[in-house]
Each structure stands twice: as C-alpha cells, then as structure tokens.
C-alpha cells in the first residue's frame, strides 16, 4: 500500500483516483495528502514571497529614479534661479551709470559705462548721451 501511495504523490490524477478508490477514511492516506498539500502550500508561499521580493526591488528602482530626478530637477532650478539674479545684476549695472559727485561743485559727473569718459551733466538732468561715444542714459 505504501508504494501505491508514494507513486500516486508524484501524479496528481493518480492522486486523486487514489483517493476516490480509498475514500476519505484511510489515514495513512489523509497524512499523505496533508504532507503533499503543506508542502504545496510552502511552495506557494516561496513563490508568493519571491513574488513580493521582486515587486519590492521594482517598486525601489523607481523610487531611486524618481529621486535622481528630483534632485535633477532641484539643481536645475537652481542653476535658472542663479542665471536670473546674473542677469538682473548685469541688467543694474549696465543701466546706472556711476555718479561721481565732486564736492563745491553744482553740476554732477557721469561715468560712461562704454568707453569710460567721465563728464558732466546738470544735476536735474533726465536723459544724457555720453559726449564721446553717444551712449544713452536716463536718469
Ligand atoms: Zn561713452
């Protein structure tokens, strides 16, 4: 009876015949069928585990992804907030020209931020041009 047993363990039809043919007395049988299904079910779990396993190095790939990106992002944000004040400083610099104001004297002296040439222009004066090169500046 016993190799009867251990053959039918291995095909699931003769398994199942074995079992209809014996009924659901038999013991030896129902410890058999036990063992198979604990270790039917250990299975599962392993694959049900290495399942879970896989899922959780995919789930982990794409949150290191998504934080390189982030950090993608937060450097260039940086770099467009950095190339902003960059330029709203060359901006400044470029539209004020230097005053130079000399001490007893009524009129105020401009510094021509193109070629360099300092002159004088009157104090209320709203628009000058540089006498040397014609560059203009409002003041
Ligand atoms: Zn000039």
Redesign the pocket.
Known sequence: MGDIIDGALEDEKKLELLRKLLGPSDPELQLKLEELRHKRMIDLYNLKLRYLELKRDMMESRRKRKMMADAFKRVLRAAARALEEEGARAEEATSKPVEAKRPGQSVVHLK?E????EFPVAPDAKAVA?P????KYER
């Not at 040397?132 to 560059?135: T, V, Y």
């Open positions: 021509c193109g070629c360099g040439a540089c040397k090169c014609g560059a």
